[in-house]
Protein backbone atom coordinates (compact mmCIF):
# COMPACT_ATOMS: atom_id res chain seq x y z
CA UNK A 1 0.00 0.00 0.00
CA UNK A 2 1.11 3.54 -0.81
CA UNK A 3 2.08 5.75 1.83
CA UNK A 4 2.38 9.37 2.48
CA UNK A 5 6.04 9.34 2.39
CA UNK A 6 5.34 7.32 -1.58
CA UNK A 7 3.35 10.46 -2.28
CA UNK A 8 5.22 12.61 -1.59
CA UNK A 9 8.00 11.47 -3.34
CA UNK A 10 5.55 11.25 -6.62
CA UNK A 11 4.65 15.12 -5.86
CA UNK A 12 8.19 16.19 -5.66
CA UNK A 13 9.18 14.15 -9.07
CA UNK A 14 7.01 16.13 -10.91
CA UNK A 15 4.51 13.11 -11.80
CA UNK A 16 1.79 14.73 -14.15
CA UNK A 17 -0.45 16.71 -12.10
CA UNK A 18 -4.17 14.34 -12.91
CA UNK A 19 -1.96 11.16 -11.97
CA UNK A 20 -0.33 12.97 -8.69
CA UNK A 21 -4.07 14.27 -7.86
CA UNK A 22 -5.74 11.12 -9.15
CA UNK A 23 -2.96 9.30 -6.46
CA UNK A 24 -3.36 11.38 -3.51
CA UNK A 25 -7.49 10.91 -3.72
CA UNK A 26 -7.30 7.70 -3.95
CA UNK A 27 -5.01 7.79 -0.52
CA UNK A 28 -6.95 10.09 1.10
CA UNK A 29 -9.98 8.26 0.48
CA UNK A 30 -8.61 4.92 2.12
CA UNK A 31 -6.68 6.24 5.32
CA UNK A 32 -8.88 9.29 6.37
CA UNK A 33 -10.31 7.60 9.12
CA UNK A 34 -6.81 6.21 9.95
CA UNK A 35 -5.15 9.31 11.70
CA UNK A 36 -4.18 8.92 14.93
CA UNK A 37 -1.00 10.72 15.24
CA UNK A 38 -0.45 14.15 14.75
CA UNK A 39 2.54 13.76 12.48
CA UNK A 40 1.39 11.97 9.66
CA UNK A 41 -1.54 14.14 9.56
CA UNK A 42 0.50 17.19 9.22
CA UNK A 43 2.35 15.36 6.73
CA UNK A 44 -0.70 14.93 4.85
CA UNK A 45 -2.05 18.71 5.62
CA UNK A 46 1.17 20.16 4.41
CA UNK A 47 0.44 18.43 0.57
CA UNK A 48 -3.38 19.95 0.53
CA UNK A 49 -2.12 23.27 -0.66
CA UNK A 50 -0.28 21.97 -3.62
CA UNK A 51 -2.92 19.71 -4.64
CA UNK A 52 -4.90 21.10 -7.50
CA UNK A 53 -8.44 22.36 -6.99
CA UNK A 54 -9.84 18.86 -7.38
CA UNK A 55 -12.11 19.03 -4.18
CA UNK A 56 -13.42 21.86 -2.76
CA UNK A 57 -12.27 23.78 0.76
CA UNK A 58 -15.50 22.06 2.42
CA UNK A 59 -14.11 18.53 1.62
CA UNK A 60 -10.64 19.78 2.98
CA UNK A 61 -12.63 20.56 6.44
CA UNK A 62 -14.39 16.96 6.13
CA UNK A 63 -11.24 15.19 5.62
CA UNK A 64 -9.39 17.23 8.59
CA UNK A 65 -12.43 16.47 10.68
CA UNK A 66 -12.60 13.02 10.10
CA UNK A 67 -8.77 12.86 10.84
CA UNK A 68 -9.68 13.82 14.24
CA UNK A 69 -7.92 17.52 13.65
CA UNK A 70 -9.58 19.77 16.09
CA UNK A 71 -8.96 23.07 13.96
CA UNK A 72 -10.39 21.70 10.46
CA UNK A 73 -10.41 25.57 9.45
CA UNK A 74 -6.41 25.26 9.60
CA UNK A 75 -6.22 22.92 6.77
CA UNK A 76 -8.75 25.77 4.65
CA UNK A 77 -5.92 28.25 6.02
CA UNK A 78 -3.22 26.01 4.51
CA UNK A 79 -5.29 25.64 1.14
CA UNK A 80 -5.74 29.66 0.99
CA UNK A 81 -1.72 29.74 0.72
CA UNK A 82 -1.35 31.11 4.79
CA UNK A 83 0.73 28.36 5.49
CA UNK A 84 3.47 28.09 2.64
CA UNK A 85 1.96 27.35 -0.96
CA UNK A 86 3.13 24.24 -2.92
CA UNK A 87 2.26 24.27 -6.15
CA UNK A 88 3.96 21.93 -8.57
CA UNK A 89 5.96 24.01 -10.81
CA UNK A 90 4.14 22.27 -13.80
CA UNK A 91 0.73 23.64 -12.22
CA UNK A 92 1.54 27.69 -13.23
CA UNK A 93 -1.27 29.32 -11.98
CA UNK A 94 -1.03 32.13 -14.75
CA UNK A 95 -1.31 29.59 -17.94
CA UNK A 96 -4.73 29.33 -19.24
CA UNK A 97 -4.20 25.48 -20.22
CA UNK A 98 -2.43 24.76 -16.89
CA UNK A 99 -4.36 22.45 -14.48
CA UNK A 100 -6.09 20.57 -16.56
CA UNK A 101 -8.53 17.94 -15.63
CA UNK A 102 -9.72 14.72 -17.00
CA UNK A 103 -13.22 13.43 -16.68
CA UNK A 104 -12.45 10.72 -13.96
CA UNK A 105 -11.22 13.90 -11.84
CA UNK A 106 -14.39 15.94 -12.98
CA UNK A 107 -16.61 12.84 -11.74
CA UNK A 108 -14.44 11.97 -8.31
CA UNK A 109 -14.47 16.07 -7.50
CA UNK A 110 -18.24 15.96 -8.06
CA UNK A 111 -19.28 13.06 -6.05
CA UNK A 112 -17.25 14.18 -3.04
CA UNK A 113 -19.15 17.33 -3.24
CA UNK A 114 -22.31 15.92 -4.67
CA UNK A 115 -24.09 16.52 -1.47
CA UNK A 116 -23.34 19.79 -0.97
CA UNK A 117 -24.20 21.14 -4.10
CA UNK A 118 -27.37 19.53 -4.38
CA UNK A 119 -27.86 21.55 -0.53
CA UNK A 120 -26.47 24.56 -2.94
CA UNK A 121 -27.92 24.17 -5.58
CA UNK A 122 -30.03 21.60 -6.53
CA UNK A 123 -33.39 22.85 -7.00
CA UNK A 124 -34.54 25.89 -9.93
CA UNK A 125 -35.51 27.98 -6.98
CA UNK A 126 -31.81 28.54 -6.70
CA UNK A 127 -31.52 29.52 -10.21
CA UNK A 128 -31.68 33.10 -11.34
CA UNK A 129 -35.14 33.70 -12.56
CA UNK A 130 -33.66 35.51 -15.75
CA UNK A 131 -31.25 32.15 -16.47
CA UNK A 132 -34.69 30.44 -16.10
CA UNK A 133 -36.68 32.32 -18.10
CA UNK A 134 -33.67 32.04 -21.08
CA UNK A 135 -33.30 28.31 -20.45
CA UNK A 136 -37.51 28.46 -21.19
CA UNK A 137 -37.58 30.50 -24.03
CA UNK A 138 -35.68 28.83 -26.03
CA UNK A 139 -35.83 24.94 -25.21
CA UNK A 140 -39.86 25.14 -24.14
CA UNK A 141 -40.79 24.68 -27.59
CA UNK A 142 -38.54 22.10 -29.14
CA UNK A 143 -40.72 18.82 -30.31
CA UNK A 144 -38.59 16.26 -29.75
CA UNK A 145 -36.16 14.86 -27.31
CA UNK A 146 -33.92 17.51 -25.17
CA UNK A 147 -30.80 16.22 -23.20
CA UNK A 148 -30.05 18.46 -20.34
CA UNK A 149 -26.22 17.27 -20.02
CA UNK A 150 -24.09 17.41 -17.19
CA UNK A 151 -27.69 17.82 -15.34
CA UNK A 152 -26.20 17.39 -11.86
CA UNK A 153 -28.47 17.19 -9.07
CA UNK A 154 -31.62 17.30 -12.49
CA UNK A 155 -33.81 20.04 -11.41
CA UNK A 156 -33.43 21.90 -14.77
CA UNK A 157 -34.10 18.71 -16.82
CA UNK A 158 -37.37 19.11 -14.35
CA UNK A 159 -37.84 22.23 -15.09
CA UNK A 160 -38.06 21.79 -18.59
CA UNK A 161 -40.62 18.72 -17.83
CA UNK A 162 -42.95 21.10 -16.20
CA UNK A 163 -42.78 22.94 -19.46
CA UNK A 164 -43.97 20.38 -21.13
CA UNK A 165 -40.26 19.16 -22.80
CA UNK A 166 -39.55 15.67 -23.18
CA UNK A 167 -36.10 16.28 -21.29
CA UNK A 168 -33.89 13.74 -20.10
CA UNK A 169 -31.02 14.54 -17.64
CA UNK A 170 -27.43 12.99 -18.23
CA UNK A 171 -24.71 13.24 -15.88
CA UNK A 172 -21.33 11.63 -15.15
CA UNK A 173 -21.68 11.09 -11.32
CA UNK A 174 -24.22 8.14 -10.54
CA UNK A 175 -24.93 10.50 -6.89
CA UNK A 176 -26.72 13.18 -8.74
CA UNK A 177 -28.67 10.81 -11.26
CA UNK A 178 -29.86 8.72 -8.17
CA UNK A 179 -30.85 12.08 -6.27
CA UNK A 180 -32.61 13.29 -9.63
CA UNK A 181 -34.57 10.02 -9.68
CA UNK A 182 -35.53 10.07 -6.16
CA UNK A 183 -36.45 13.74 -6.39
CA UNK A 184 -38.29 13.79 -9.63
CA UNK A 185 -39.67 9.81 -9.65
CA UNK A 186 -41.74 10.71 -12.77
CA UNK A 187 -38.35 12.55 -14.75
CA UNK A 188 -35.95 10.82 -16.82
CA UNK A 189 -32.41 10.40 -15.68
CA UNK A 190 -29.01 8.94 -17.37
CA UNK A 191 -25.60 8.11 -16.52
CA UNK A 192 -23.52 8.89 -18.96
CA UNK A 193 -21.17 11.34 -20.96
CA UNK A 194 -21.65 13.98 -23.21
CA UNK A 195 -18.11 13.35 -24.48
CA UNK A 196 -20.09 10.60 -26.25
CA UNK A 197 -23.76 10.65 -26.55
CA UNK A 198 -25.08 7.34 -27.41
CA UNK A 199 -27.83 8.51 -29.97
CA UNK A 200 -28.21 8.34 -33.12
CA UNK A 201 -26.95 11.59 -35.71
CA UNK A 202 -29.63 14.46 -35.95
CA UNK A 203 -32.30 12.69 -33.40
CA UNK A 204 -31.99 15.28 -30.23
CA UNK A 205 -34.34 18.48 -30.92
CA UNK A 206 -32.25 20.36 -28.22
CA UNK A 207 -29.03 20.84 -25.69
CA UNK A 208 -29.11 22.39 -22.05
CA UNK A 209 -25.52 22.40 -20.87
CA UNK A 210 -25.94 24.53 -17.90
CA UNK A 211 -22.59 24.94 -16.68
CA UNK A 212 -21.52 22.00 -17.55
CA UNK A 213 -18.80 22.76 -20.07
CA UNK A 214 -17.00 24.56 -17.66
CA UNK A 215 -14.79 22.16 -16.42
CA UNK A 216 -13.40 21.06 -20.07
CA UNK A 217 -9.88 21.98 -21.12
CA UNK A 218 -9.96 24.40 -24.19
CA UNK A 219 -8.41 21.68 -26.62
CA UNK A 220 -10.94 19.47 -25.68
CA UNK A 221 -14.19 22.17 -26.25
CA UNK A 222 -13.99 21.56 -29.84
CA UNK A 223 -14.42 17.83 -29.94
CA UNK A 224 -17.51 18.20 -27.46
CA UNK A 225 -19.27 21.01 -29.75
CA UNK A 226 -18.68 18.68 -32.67
CA UNK A 227 -20.80 15.65 -31.05
CA UNK A 228 -23.33 18.13 -29.98
CA UNK A 229 -23.64 19.01 -33.71
CA UNK A 230 -23.70 15.03 -34.66
CA UNK A 231 -26.66 14.37 -32.48
CA UNK A 232 -28.62 17.72 -33.35
CA UNK A 233 -31.90 18.00 -35.48
CA UNK A 234 -31.78 20.17 -37.78
CA UNK A 235 -32.46 23.88 -36.59
CA UNK A 236 -32.14 22.10 -33.03
CA UNK A 237 -31.28 24.54 -30.09
CA UNK A 238 -28.49 24.67 -27.76
CA UNK A 239 -28.37 26.70 -24.87
CA UNK A 240 -25.25 26.77 -22.18
CA UNK A 241 -24.03 28.64 -19.36
CA UNK A 242 -20.72 29.58 -18.79
CA UNK A 243 -18.32 32.29 -16.73
CA UNK A 244 -17.04 35.09 -18.54
CA UNK A 245 -13.71 36.50 -18.65
CA UNK A 246 -11.10 38.89 -20.97
CA UNK A 247 -9.60 35.75 -21.76
CA UNK A 248 -9.49 32.23 -21.60
CA UNK A 249 -8.48 31.07 -18.03
CA UNK A 250 -8.22 28.37 -15.67
CA UNK A 251 -9.49 29.75 -11.96
CA UNK A 252 -10.48 27.37 -8.47
CA UNK A 253 -13.52 26.86 -8.96
CA UNK A 254 -14.48 25.15 -5.81
CA UNK A 255 -15.19 21.55 -7.35
CA UNK A 256 -12.67 21.43 -9.44
CA UNK A 257 -10.52 23.84 -12.39
CA UNK A 258 -12.55 25.44 -14.69
CA UNK A 259 -12.48 28.05 -17.21
CA UNK A 260 -13.51 30.91 -18.18
CA UNK A 261 -13.99 32.41 -21.51
CA UNK A 262 -15.02 35.81 -23.46
CA UNK A 263 -18.35 34.88 -24.47
CA UNK A 264 -17.00 36.00 -28.59
CA UNK A 265 -14.59 33.23 -28.38
CA UNK A 266 -16.61 30.83 -27.05
CA UNK A 267 -19.14 32.13 -29.82
CA UNK A 268 -16.86 31.83 -32.04
CA UNK A 269 -16.25 28.41 -31.13
CA UNK A 270 -20.09 27.84 -31.36
CA UNK A 271 -19.52 28.88 -35.28
CA UNK A 272 -16.99 26.83 -35.96
CA UNK A 273 -18.78 23.47 -34.95
CA UNK A 274 -21.61 24.84 -36.95
CA UNK A 275 -23.98 26.68 -34.64
CA UNK A 276 -25.40 30.42 -35.14
CA UNK A 277 -25.34 32.53 -32.39
CA UNK A 278 -29.67 33.31 -31.27
CA UNK A 279 -29.06 35.09 -27.72
CA UNK A 280 -26.97 35.80 -25.12
CA UNK A 281 -27.38 36.75 -21.98
CA UNK A 282 -24.58 38.56 -19.58
CA UNK A 283 -24.42 39.32 -15.99
CA UNK A 284 -21.86 40.63 -14.00
CA UNK A 285 -20.02 39.58 -10.64
CA UNK A 286 -23.01 39.41 -8.35
CA UNK A 287 -21.88 39.07 -4.54
CA UNK A 288 -20.11 35.66 -4.38
CA UNK A 289 -21.45 35.40 -8.08
CA UNK A 290 -18.53 35.49 -11.04
CA UNK A 291 -19.59 36.86 -14.36
CA UNK A 292 -21.90 34.36 -16.17
CA UNK A 293 -23.33 34.61 -19.34
CA UNK A 294 -25.80 32.03 -21.54
CA UNK A 295 -25.77 31.94 -25.06
CA UNK A 296 -28.35 30.09 -27.19
CA UNK A 297 -27.84 28.95 -30.82
CA UNK A 298 -29.06 27.10 -33.59
CA UNK A 299 -27.67 24.52 -35.97
CA UNK A 300 -26.99 26.02 -39.32
CA UNK A 301 -27.88 24.36 -41.78
CA UNK A 302 -25.60 21.80 -43.94
C1 LIG B 1 -21.37 23.05 -12.45
S1 LIG B 1 -22.20 21.52 -12.49
C2 LIG B 1 -23.72 22.00 -13.27
C3 LIG B 1 -24.84 21.06 -12.93
C4 LIG B 1 -26.22 21.52 -13.39
N1 LIG B 1 -26.28 21.67 -14.82
C5 LIG B 1 -26.60 22.80 -12.71
O1 LIG B 1 -26.97 23.75 -13.40
O2 LIG B 1 -26.56 22.85 -11.48
C6 LIG B 1 -21.35 20.64 -13.76
C7 LIG B 1 -21.96 19.29 -14.01
O3 LIG B 1 -21.43 18.76 -15.22
C8 LIG B 1 -21.21 17.38 -15.04
N2 LIG B 1 -20.24 16.93 -16.05
C9 LIG B 1 -18.97 17.37 -16.22
N3 LIG B 1 -18.40 16.72 -17.24
C10 LIG B 1 -19.33 15.87 -17.74
C11 LIG B 1 -19.34 14.93 -18.82
N4 LIG B 1 -18.27 14.72 -19.57
N5 LIG B 1 -20.49 14.25 -19.05
C12 LIG B 1 -21.59 14.43 -18.28
N6 LIG B 1 -21.63 15.29 -17.24
C13 LIG B 1 -20.51 16.00 -16.97
C14 LIG B 1 -20.72 17.27 -13.61
O4 LIG B 1 -20.83 15.97 -13.11
C15 LIG B 1 -21.65 18.26 -12.93
O5 LIG B 1 -22.84 17.65 -12.53
Not at 216 to 226: H, I, Q, S, T, Y
Request: glycine share 8%.
Amino acid sequence: METTKDLAASAGDGVAAEQWAAKFDSACARIAGRFRRVEPRRQARAYLPSLPSNVDTLAYRQLAEQAGDPTPHRTTAARRGDVGRRRPAHCAETSPYSRVVNMDQVRTAYTTAAELYIELFGTSKQVHADDLAFIGRHLASRPGTVLDLGCGPGHLTDYLRSLGVNATGIDLVPEFIAHAQAAHPSGSYQLGSFEDLAVAHHSIAGILAWGSLIHLPPKDLDGVLAEFRRAMAPAGTLVLGLFVGDEVAAFDHKVVTAYRWPVDEFSERLTRAGFTEVERLQRPSEGAQRPHAAIAAVAAEG
